[in-house]
């Protein structure tokens, strides 16, 4: 048996509709990926909330929390990711690609008797998040080519593959200047353990790689 982190895992996808309860009912607006990108997850990625960072389009970087799973409070028959940014948007975004980085894990996904504690619970995993990246030990992954390669770059090449923690988009044109980018970025895992507290979940699937990507869109 062996044992791997499971982050950084990337993830890219257009923002599609989820419920509408997270602007209204919660007031923590969450942007829901494709079908395709929660199918995508490594099975060692288990429902919980994690932290990361975010890029709607080729706007800013930010930090993020995210939830994947059942929303248990809700009773939800589909598992779905929903990204909150944490950012103050001036409009909604669906439509728009969205890349995350899945930086750490914060808890698992809970039931709550109200809607209140529901919210608290969140407010909470905001300031952990906030926490844990303003430590710095992050800023690297604002810099991968990941998030800082053109969006464009990322919808003409749906072959993206990741492996040992450097993205490789896989088209001759454009894996030349993001691998070169990438080759300075090395061993994200281990540079994490050593510099950061980072959560890790561990498997007994010692057939993957750090650093997983989905990608997908709705069409
Ligand atoms: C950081 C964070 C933590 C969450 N934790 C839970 C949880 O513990 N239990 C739960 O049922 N839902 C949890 N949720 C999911 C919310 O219930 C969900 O975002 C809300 O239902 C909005 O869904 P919608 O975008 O599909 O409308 C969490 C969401 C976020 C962003
Ligand atoms: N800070 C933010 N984080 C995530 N989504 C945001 C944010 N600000 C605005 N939005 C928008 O709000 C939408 C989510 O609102 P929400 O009420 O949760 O509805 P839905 O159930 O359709 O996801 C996102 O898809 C995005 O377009």
Redesign the pocket.
Known sequence: MSSRTVFPHFAAGI??????????E?G?????FPDEVVANLPSSMGTGIYYGL?KVMDGPT?G?VMSVGWNPYYKNTKKSM????????D????G?WLRVVVLGYIRPELNFESLDLLISAIKNDISTAERKLAQGCFDKYSDHPFLTCPVDTIVKNPAIIASHNVVVIATPTASTAIQKEASDITSAGDALDSSCEVEKTTTSDSSSVNGHLTNGHSS
């Open positions: 923002v599609v509709k989820g419920f509408g309860r997270g602007s209204k919660l923590i607006p969450t942007a829901n975010a930010y993020m929903e990204t909150h940014i944490l950012h103050v948007f409009e909604d975004f669906y728009s």
